[in-house]
C-alpha cells in the first residue's frame, strides 16, 4: 500500500477515533458502548501502519489474499457491535415491561383511591345535609312551642 493512502487511512480512523471519544466526553455516547466503537477507530489506525504484519500473518494463517484478513477483523468487530446492541434492546425491552406493568397497577390503584375519596365526600356532604336539616327542624319546632 502507498505511503499516501495508509496516511489517509490513519487520518480517518483518528477522526473516527476522535469523534467516538467527543460523544462519550459530551455525554451522548456511554462509556459503556464505546468501548467497541474505541477498539475499531484504533484498529482503523493501526492497520494500516502495520499492513506488512498483516500481509504476513495472513499468509501464515493460509490467507492469499490479505485484505480479505482486515475484511474479516471489520466483519467481528461489527457483529460484536451488534451482538452489544442487541443485548442492550433485550435489557430495555425487559425494564419497559416491567415499568408498564407498574405504571399500570399504580393507574389502578390512583383510579380506586378516587372512587374512595368520592364515595367519601358524598358521605361527608349527606352527613352535613343531614345536621343541618335536623338543626332547621329543630328550629321549626322550637318557633311552634314558644
Known sequence: MV??????????????????INL??????K?????????MAATMVLA???????????????????????????LVC????FFQISVTISRFSEQIKSLSQDL??????????????AISRVCESK???GDSQSLSEGDRHESHSG
Not at 399500570?104 to 372512587?115: G, N, S, V, W, Y
Open 78 to 81: 461489527f457483529a460484536l457491535i
Open 24 to 29: 462519550v466526553r459530551t455525554k451522548k455516547l
Open 31 to 39: 462509556e459503556e458502548y464505546a468501548l467497541l466503537w474505541l477498539l
Open 104 to 117: 399500570a397497577l399504580t393507574r389502578k390503584r390512583l383510579q380506586e383511591l378516587e372512587e374512595e375519596l
Open 3 to 20: 505511503w499516501r493512502a495508509r496516511l489517509f487511512f490513519v487520518a480517518l480512523g483518528l477522526i473516527v477515533l476522535f469523534f467516538v
Open 48 to 74: 494500516p501502519l502495520l499492513i506488512d504484519v498483516i500481509d504476513a500473518i495472513s499468509f501464515a494463517i493460509g490467507i492469499d489474499y490479505p485484505p480479505a484478513l482486515m475484511i474479516v477483523i471489520a
Open 127 to 129: 352527613s352535613r345535609e
